[in-house]
């Protein structure tokens, strides 16, 4: 910077007063659409003038040092909420200028998108929790996608997360067993849910701890956590280590049964191997191609891998099935729409309304079903949730859909962080709307 002195006897001088760090003094265009280029001009003041570079960009984004001009144009593999971090710098010192750009277009990976604002979402309220997850307030989680009125309004990834990630979703893969189920009934390959369990296994000669209450289990008790199966002590060591050889689904039917089938909801992983089980049987082929073919492609999913399946011959202590988020937000939203998804009927409307329905406890079939007390007043919320934080959340009087994803396992507060998040920051984000 030059400025001028005035000397002895009237006369002026010209002094360069040396480096001045940049100062940012334009304001970043925050909305895109795909297929559309995007143009913004940074413009600092500095001595000497300041150059510029891109640190954070999503792909494609380009800027000229020296004018400051950002060129981009988004494509449907653009991230929803893409951002920008903009190095300005010269002698005097460097200033980083970062900002969210929201794209919207006709096909994000197979959804229609609008922003926050459009869908009547306080996108301060979402963007400050978003801050807090990279903060590490959060720890854990990978993804927070947010889908109002069928359209995707809010996707954003943390801690090495990308719209790509595909992970274990754990118990969260009962809620598509479900639907599984669901679907298998609908085409007639099985019956219904009153159908007795053990029906299904006319190869046995035989079960351990025969009674009536064993024989009255049906496929409802499976999917509702009402079996009355008892895995305690030695029995259940061998299922948790998977210690075998052996055959477990025999080993699952053998257990005794304790109370009357119905009576109370007493949560097993074991109930969904057995159910999952009868719909391979029933459809002949294995559970994992069964929902390749009837509920991942429909879906217009990409990414999945249900590894290892093979409750025969292994305990399957965890879920094994990977998602990505954005597809987990498709399951949602055809929940959401009635078993509906992009017009085609993926499974009943009554089968969605009967599993979201309250049996025991807070539990449908193989969905947690709440009402939740919010600052917005009682909220119904269902949802379907796995260890590390991987959860699908449907908010049919919002008509909104959240999911989460995450590494966050075994902490005792996973749940009551993600739960709080929502009672208390994301419900109410949409909730003033109503």
């Known amino acids: 910077m030059t400025i001028f002195a005035t000397l002895q006897g009237g006369c002026s001088k010209s002094v360069d007063s040396g480096p001045v760090s940049p100062t940012v003094i334009s304001a970043a265009p925050l909305d895109a659409s795909v297929g559309r280029e995007y143009t913004y001009t940074v413009i600092a003041t500095g001595n000497p003038p300041p150059i510029f570079s891109l640190a954070q960009a999503p792909e494609g984004m380009t800027i000229d040092q020296v004018s400051g001009l950002i060129s981009w144009v988004p494509t449907s593999d653009s991230y929803f909420d893409s951002k920008v971090s903009v190095d300005v710098s010269n002698q005097g010192g460097r200033v980083s200028h970062e900002f969210v750009i ?38 854990g989680i990978k993804s ?31 809620s598509i067993t479900s639907c599984l189920m669901g679907i298998a009934i609908d085409n007639g390959l099985i019956a219904g849910v009153d159908e007795p369990l053990y029906s299904f296994f006319p190869e046995y000669d035989a079960f351990d701890n025969w009674s009536a209450w064993k024989e009255a289990i049906c496929l409802k008790h499976l999917l509702t956590m009402t079996s009355g199966f008892e895995l305690e002590g030695a029995n259940y060591n061998l299922w948790m280590n998977n210690i075998g050889p052996r055959d477990w689904i025999k080993f699952y039917l053998d257990l005794p049964v304790v109370f009357s089938p119905g009576k109370a909801l007493d949560y097993k992983s074991l109930c969904d191997r057995l159910a999952g089980h009868v ?50 937000a498709k399951v949602g939203q055809m929940y959401l729409d009635g078993g509906m998804w992009q017009g085609n009927r993926i499974v009943s409307e009554d089968w969605v309304t009967r599993s979201t329905t309250l049996f025991r406890g807070n539990y449908g079939y193989n969905w947690w079903v709440y009402v939740w007390a919010t600052p917005v007043g009682n909220i119904r919320v269902y949802y379907a949730y796995g260890n590390g934080g991987n959860s699908i959340y449907v908010i049919e009087e919002l008509q909104m859909v959240v999911v989460f994803t995450g590494d966050y396992f075994v902490q005792p507060d996973q749940w009551d962080q993600q739960y709080d998040l929502m009672k208390y920051q994301i419900i109410p984000a949409a909730g003033d709307s109503m």
């Open 102 to 139: 929201q794209v919207t277009g006709k096909n994000i990976d197979g959804w229609e998108t609008s922003s926050l604002v459009a869908e009547d979402i306080d996108p301060a309220a979402i963007r400050s929790i978003a801050s807090d997850i990279e903060a590490g307030i959060y720890p």
């Open 144 to 174: 927070l996608l947010i889908v109002r009125n069928g359209q995707l309004v809010f996707e954003n990834y943390f801690n090495g997360g990308t719209r790509n990630t595909s992970l274990n979703i754990y118990s969260a893969e009962k």
């Open 279 to 328: 719909v391979e049987r029933q459809a002949q082929t294995t559970l994992p191609q069964f929902a390749a073919d009837r509920l991942f492609k429909p879906l217009g999913m990409a990414y999945y891998n249900w590894y290892g399946w093979n409750p025969v011959n292994s305990s399957m202590i965890s879920g094994l099935l990977r998602l990505r988020a954005i597809d987990m």
